[in-house]
């Protein structure tokens, strides 16, 4: 899309200082919120197996599992260096994952203890388990390949590196679609609720939400520019999460669907 409209893509969004600390906190409340609305559905797993499928889910959809290795191994083809530098992104998941595992539904009732739990997260986060992730990946990445300058593939892209680019996204929709579907009968009362709360909840999650307004301070492009750049990108997880829940809506509405949830709770 920024390809078509000639929208500059985003670059320069910070990693360190108080707007990936704030979107930190956004994304661990997210995730304390869909585990304990998806726990009816979990707790019959073991807390490792728990962990597992709450990583894998959470890296499903920030698109770090495959997408993001697969396309950095295409355009650079560089691949053992591509899926070795996406390791920090994997094991901060896994962080999360622990994190809300561990504190569980039941020691965090209120939501002034969700709100401390996700700032203290927030702050192991970014100043221990990223840095430490960083630290090892750092490590691991002279032992493998470099990518060679011309080898890279340069915008604009083909069909080559659009093609993937387009499928892999299903690895963030069926992720979606599976949070919304653990979580779904807890998240509210009425549909037009769940599905609000749960695409705010999917937009947190892929620190996505306020995004846009924070790349307007960081970026050399005009305020309008920025926000299009960055917003093309919020507007895509918003969709994401609008449609799914629409879609699970429609899905539980089915007698069928009905029947399911009576005979798992």
């Excluded at 950095?72 to 595992?101: D, E, K």
């Excluded at 011309?150 to 993937?164: F, K, M, T, W």
């Amino acid at each position: 899309m920024l390809q078509v409209l000639n929208i500059p893509y985003p670059s320069g969004y910070p990693k360190n200082g108080w707007v990936p600390f704030i979107d930190n906190v956004g994304i661990l409340l997210a995730a304390i919120f869909i585990y304990q609305f998806s726990h009816e559905k979990l707790r019959r797993h073991s807390p490792i197996a728990q962990i597992l499928i709450m990583t894998l889910l959470l890296s499903a959809l920030k698109e770090v599992l495959i997408r993001a290795p697969l396309m950095n191994a295409i355009v650079s083809s560089a691949w053992m260096y591509a899926f070795i530098g996406n390791l920090p992104a994997i094991l901060t998941c896994l962080c999360i994952a622990c994190f809300v595992v561990v504190f569980g539904p039941h020691r965090l009732g209120t939501l002034w203890h969700k709100m401390i739990a996700a700032i203290l997260g927030a702050i192991a986060i970014q100043w221990i388990a990223i840095p430490g992730a960083n630290a090892l990946t750092e490590f691991l990445l002279p032992f493998v390949p470099q990518p060679r300058q011309q080898d890279a593939i340069l915008p604009p892209y083909q069909l080559n590196v659009l093609v993937p680019a387009y499928l892999t996204y299903a690895e963030a929709v069926i992720a979606c679609f599976i949070l919304g579907w653990l979580s779904w009968w807890n998240i509210g009362q009425g549909p037009i609720k769940r599905i609000v709360l749960f695409t705010i909840f999917i937009m947190l999650l892929k620190r996505l939400l306020l995004a846009p307004i924070f790349y307007i301070f960081y970026s050399d492009l005009s305020p309008i520019m920025a926000v299009l750049s960055m917003g093309q990108f919020s507007l895509e997880a918003m969709a994401l999460g609008l449609l799914s829940g629409i879609y699970i809506s429609f899905i539980y509405r089915q007698p069928a669907a009905l029947i399911i949830k009576e005979s798992t709770t």
